[in-house]
């Protein structure tokens, strides 16, 4: 599809078209229950180069047990506290919440620059990762895309970074892009970004908000509140969305 569009018909159905025949023709409504996604609970963690002196991180608070069927909410974003680094993670929430991310609190990175950091950090991940990798195999059953861990570190050290640590052991910086996410909302994310950069009505914390909005909005397994935390120089600043504070 080269072309999509949504518009609102009512309060409860939009209209989705695009240049590519859907079901013989280019244009078809779908009622809200309609764009309920069928999968387990969409994760969001995104990272947006506020300014030259600032970064936004920003996650939502759902995860889901027993195949998705009971929701609960659950920060998934961290920060340490005693550096200016601010983390979320995406897929299995006992690697993610139980394991890395007291391992990264308790790690001390006063004297650490980013590629020391991003470095240990992965190398911690892929050792939680691939030893679940081991379980999994050793149970007879495939792996799916909520058995591992992938995370999205953000903050200040000798310099400014946005990297994703993901579950195939590969560190990646993002920070030149301005904006990055993970999760399994990272597609609605990513659209509205772009978007929202071609419009140019919005910049900063409003950008970010919007994005996340889109997100929470479009899946009603996304769960609120979303957290929005600013890492500058000087420090983390929380609350930075209604619900959260």
């Keep these: 599809v080269n072309t999509v569009g949504v518009c609102g018909m009512s309060e409860n159905s939009l209209i989705i078209f695009g240049d590519y025949p859907l079901a013989s023709c280019n244009s078809v409504c779908y009622n809200e229950k309609d764009l309920v996604l069928k999968e387990p609970p969409v ?23 027993s195949g998705g069927l009971i929701l609960h909410p659950k920060i998934k974003m961290h920060r340490h506290l005693s550096a200016n680094i601010a983390w979320g993670y995406s897929g299995n929430d006992t690697i993610g919440a139980d394991k890395f991310t007291p391992w990264l609190e308790s790690l001390d990175v006063s004297t650490l620059s980013w590629d020391e950091l991003e470095d240990k950090a992965i190398r911690k991940l892929s050792e939680l990762n691939g030893k679940q990798r081991k379980l999994i195999k050793l149970s007879g059953v495939n792996e799916d895309r ?48 772009k978007a929202l950069k071609v419009a140019q009505c919005l910049t900063g914390l409003g950008m970010m908000k919007a994005i996340m909005h889109t997100v929470v909005t479009t899946s009603n397994e996304c769960g609120s509140p979303v957290y929005i935390w600013r890492v500058s120089r000087d420090g983390i600043t929380k609350g930075l969305w209604e619900d959260e504070r």
């Design 146 to 193: 909520n058995d591992t861990t992938d995370c999205l570190l953000v903050g200040y050290l000798d310099r400014f970074g946005i990297y994703e640590l993901d579950n195939r052991g590969k560190a990646t910086p993002y920070l030149e892009n301005e904006f990055h996410a993970i999760g399994s909302g990272k597609p609605f994310a990513w659209t509205a970004y």
């Design 43 to 65: 994760t969001i963690i995104a990272a947006l180069k506020e300014s030259e002196n600032s970064l936004l991180i920003a996650g939502d608070s759902q995860v889901g047990e």
